[in-house]
């Protein structure tokens, strides 16, 4: 028996082993409840589709924090969230031959660093708290369970620091017991403003490009050159992995998602062909697994894809059609722009979308975003656990005066649900029966009314990243400090919505406008 049960256990290992060199790799967020039916985490490593995880996120540092919806919400008595059933599911996904990464960063949240020496420090708090580290007095959200590295997911205009982490990270890992790794997650415009420094300066295994919420996208300006250029003449790593960032749905980002599979089939198969190329990344889990085209989920499509580019035998199912299930919720937790009501100087650049999703095939249940979604939210202190967020009648602050809003942070995410304030409070069924007596109503009519304008984010400036909306229904984009224009998908104009304790703007459909004007 024992000699049978060897080879088969060595088989097991070795079909389950992790390749950093293929080129048919997915990565997949993981932990914001995105599409508000967030599974565990090991259900989805189950998924042979899947092949990295990334838990998001540690939204707070070098003071910890951390934030995954409602998949944990018992804490220390200090509130640093302890999250047993996350760190059995870390255990069963590794078994699987899944690396797990911890995301750091995201939209919301207080993090950075004041200098190298701080980041350097908190690289060892890393390596006791979720690594090999011997310091037993430290609190481990994930028990004994251990990561297999961290991403950098830094969407604060900030990367001070973040290099010194890195290459202190390294010196760890060397007496660690594994292979660990290290990621980041730049958006891409290149170079990223947040993690451009840590990406030209220290040895980083894999970079999520989000291809997704910017002007440069799949569709439109698509830039994966400069990325390639980056990593041949650039990285320190010459053997970087470059991963093109997808959102999983229509729903999981305001602009960026394919839904014509032939183009991206066409896409891959020529940027596979550089040796960097790792594959494809998702945001995230929830939406890329509710998302079914023609019989397979999302995931699924995009792991044919990339096999079928790589030579596989397998041929991707492609359509353009898009089925979302009659549950799936658009979570709320995204951050984006202030209302500052003044006139702003623009230079514009129409940019058309070269696909068009059918409203027919949307689910009347949510506000789906068509083309470009991004949210200006109302957000309570992000150290709050989950579960207290969830509880309080006061979960969200708002101001509301004739002009001025609560006002957001550095820079906006691509990443469309970061952080939610109420992970396992789905959002309104319709943004058709708006709460007019709320201040999230009232701050998305004065949105609206700013729009229509032409004032987009109210100021005589832009910060590359912000988002708004012209007065003639585009969605428009700030990049190097000029709006630029993209316009909606037919049958869908960009404005302002509430749904819940949260506003929304993006490109949704022009027969709901009429309640949030």
């Known amino acids: 028996m024992i000699q049978i049960l060897l080879p088969l256990l060595f088989i097991l290992s070795t079909v389950f082993a992790f390749d950093i060199n293929s080129k048919t ?65 870390i255990k069963t996904c590794q078994s699987l031959g899944k690396k797990v990464l911890l995301s750091m960063g995201g939209a919301s949240g207080a993090y950075g660093f004041a200098d190298d020496a701080q980041a350097e420090a908190f690289a060892t708090t890393l390596w006791n708290t979720f690594g090999e580290g011997s310091d037993i007095s430290v609190e481990r959200p994930f028990g004994q369970s251990i990561v297999d590295g961290f991403d950098f997911d830094i969407e604060n205009n900030n ?40 990406l030209a300066n220290a040895d980083v295994d894999f970079a999520f490009i989000q291809f997704y919420n910017n002007y440069c996208n799949v569709e439109a300006q698509f830039n994966w050159d400069d990325w390639k250029n980056f990593a041949i003449n650039t990285s320190p790593n010459k053997n970087i992995k470059l991963y093109l960032g997808l959102p999983g749905a229509p729903s999981a980002a305001g602009s960026g998602y394919i839904s014509n599979l032939d183009n991206l089939s066409k896409v891959i198969k020529e940027i596979s062909s550089l040796a960097n190329f790792g594959g494809i990344s998702l945001w995230d889990a929830s939406q890329a697994t509710s998302n079914v085209i023609d019989g397979a989920d999302y995931l699924s499509q995009m792991k044919n894809i990339l096999k ?30 202030s209302v500052l ?113 032409g004032q987009f984010n109210g100021k005589s400036s832009c910060q590359d990243g912000e988002l708004s909306c012209s007065a003639d229904g585009k ?43």
């Open 308 to 337: 079928s580019a790589a030579g596989s035998t397998e041929t991707p199912t492609t359509s353009s059609s898009y089925s979302m299930p009659s549950n799936l919720i658009t979570n709320t937790g995204e951050q984006s722009s």
């Open 341 to 453: 009501v003044s006139s702003v100087e623009r230079t514009t650049t129409t940019l058309e979308p070269t696909s068009i999703i059918s409203s027919s095939s949307f689910s009347d249940s949510a506000p789906t975003p068509t083309n470009s979604h991004i949210t200006t939210t109302l957000q309570p202190n992000t150290n709050t656990p989950p579960a207290a967020a969830q509880d309080s009648s006061a979960n969200v602050q708002v101001s509301v005066t004739p002009s001025t809003t609560t006002t957001t942070p550095d820079s906006p995410s691509n990443h469309l649900n970061d952080v939610s304030p109420t992970p396992s409070t789905p959002a309104p069924s319709s943004p058709a029966n708006p709460s007019p007596d709320t201040p999230a109503h009232t701050i998305a009519k004065q949105l609206n009314a700013q729009y229509a304008a």
């Open 25 to 89: 790799n997915v990565a997949v967020y993981w932990g914001q409840n995105s599409a508000g039916s967030q599974k565990s985490l090991a259900s989805y490593c189950q998924n042979t589709e899947a092949d990295i995880f990334l838990l998001s996120f540690m939204n707070s540092f070098p003071a910890i924090g951390l934030n995954f919806a409602d998949a944990c919400t018992t804490t220390f008595p200090d509130g640093l969230l302890q999250c047993s059933q996350i760190a059995e599911d």
């Open 159 to 198: 990367g001070k620091g973040y290099a010194a982490l890195v290459s202190k990270l390294r010196q760890l890992f060397s007496n660690g017991s594994k292979q660990y790794y290290i990621s980041a997650a730049p958006q891409c415009p290149y170079p990223d403003a947040s993690v451009g420094d840590l």
């Open 475 to 517: 969605f428009a984009m700030c990049a190097h400090g000029s709006w630029v224009e993209m316009a909606c998908a037919a049958g869908t104009t960009c404005y302002a919505y509430d749904s819940g304790n949260s506003v929304f703007t993006q490109c949704n459909y022009v027969d709901l406008k009429a309640s949030f004007v």
